[in-house]
């Protein structure tokens, strides 16, 4: 599988009323849109908090057209598939509702939540098993980036966080931990570095090519930045946080996309 995908992370965000706004937004833009080069629309894809998740597919059902589809993915899923988890998510619970894709391993999970890459894993696993794609989020601090550490880093973090799975059925984004909501970007070199980086890593050891491989780039992206990250070779699609809360916004950045 190689794959072009642009993907929103509401985190904490939102409304049932946001939602509406944000489809009516999405479509009013999408209407007006000429694909006057036949140009392949990438999937797109909104994660919302899990109790939007109903909601958000219904006005997505409602809305959807053949040009542009939008699905409506998880932030997050548990390691387990049910049991005395309190206030967790597990995926056969998001399979029930039809989600197909869930982030696992974001920063602030990672930060917040105490997630370790073996949790991380576990999460993914469990996601791949109930026929989830997850998106397997990585990314250096400030502090690994200056001390230019942020290779080896990476290497470990995405060997531990994917140990165990089918990398073809999976996603990874990376994330800099120093990118996100910052409105500070890496230089493009840096994002191709880190991508093929990833890549190359995980290619060699599944024994699989590189462009089976897939890789997003996340952290301030916004539409004004998305063409020349998007152009590079080793990105497959962005991860988006608070400029996808807007309709119109998210909209030009999946057209800078094409
Ligand atoms: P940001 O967040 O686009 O607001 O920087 C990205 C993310 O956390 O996924």
Redesign the pocket.
Known sequence: MNIRIISG?W?MNGSKKDIETWFNDFFEKAKDFKNKDNEKIPDILICVPSIYIPYAQQIAEEHNNDNFKVFIGAEDCHQENKGAFTGNTSPIMLKEFNVKYTIVG???RRQFEKETNEIVAKKALNALNNDLIPIV?VGESLEIREKHEHLTFIEKQVLESTEGLDLKRVII?Y?PVW????GKVPTLEEIEEINSYIKTVLAKENNLTENDINVLY????KSSNTKDITELKSVNGV??????LKGEEFFNIVINSL
Do not use: D, F, P
């Open positions: 992370n985190k974001h920063s602030e989020c984004a994330e990118a996100i909501g910052t996340g952290g301030s992206v991860l988006v946080g608070g400029a996808s």
